[in-house]
């Protein structure tokens, strides 16, 4: 079942490294894109637009991944900028909308108490709200990242290259030598990359923050 690995080690390391660009790039765009959306969106200032960029991000989960594919082609043409912005659009909803639950979820008072200690609107984001809306922004970028994996392998469908070559190839031919070639690696990062963040979520989410929200689902 998984031979093309052993008889075609160049081509499938050509095809992982074409997989993992368009997913760090498609990703590292929506991360810079939606977190920064998302702390505006949190700002007494730019709430009332909370409503309209939310469910516009939203046109990016709610319609199939092949047709947002389509549509970047008919803008980019066939090639891996059609794939990286479609998947752009795709990944941003989880991001943009855990980074405003997270930053909502922040007891007032917390920042009430910073506030009479005299801190900054800017110092208070830094030293309060980001570190306690971590663990929601974290599970977010991971959900992005993972989804992404795993629709980066339909790019093969307008020329993005990446795992999906094989996959469609073995579909295409009936060959699961093919098929479970490509899908396997495919599965595998996705977990790793999972495991990854969780382990990340656990070092930079402050250990206090981390008990107190246990807490809170615990007596929920």
Not at 88 to 100: A, E, G, H, M, W
Not at 119 to 138: C, G, H, N, R, V
Not at 176 to 195: K, M
């Amino acid at each position: 079942m998984f031979s093309q690995l052993l008889e075609n080690p160049d081509q499938f390391f050509g095809l992982l490294g074409r997989h993992l660009q368009i997913v760090l790039i498609s990703s590292t765009l929506a991360l810079l894109t939606a977190v920064p959306a998302g702390i505006l969106l949190t700002r007494p200032k730019y709430r009332k637009y909370e409503w309209l960029l939310v469910n516009t991000a939203n046109l990016g989960q709610t319609i199939p991944s092949i047709a947002i594919l389509a549509l970047a082609m008919g803008f980019l043409g066939i090639g891996i900028q059609a794939a990286i912005l479609a998947l752009y659009v795709y990944s941003l909803l989880p991001i943009l909308q855990n980074t405003i639950a997270g930053l909502k979820s922040v007891n007032p008072s917390a920042k009430d108490a910073a506030l009479g200690m005299g801190m900054t609107p800017k110092q208070i984001l830094w030293k309060i709200e980001l570190p306690m809306a971590a663990s929601s922004m974290i599970a977010g970028i991971r959900t992005a990242i993972v989804l992404n994996i795993g629709t980066t392998a339909l790019a093969y469908l307008i020329g993005g290259g990446g795992l999906g070559v094989w996959i469609f190839t073995g579909i295409q031919l009936f060959d699961n030598t093919y098929l479970i070639s490509g899908a396997v690696p495919v599965t595998l990062l996705a977990v790793s990359v999972d495991q990854l963040f969780r382990l990340l979520q656990f070092f930079l989410v402050p250990k206090g923050i981390r008990l107190a929200q246990k807490a809170a689902i615990q007596s929920a």
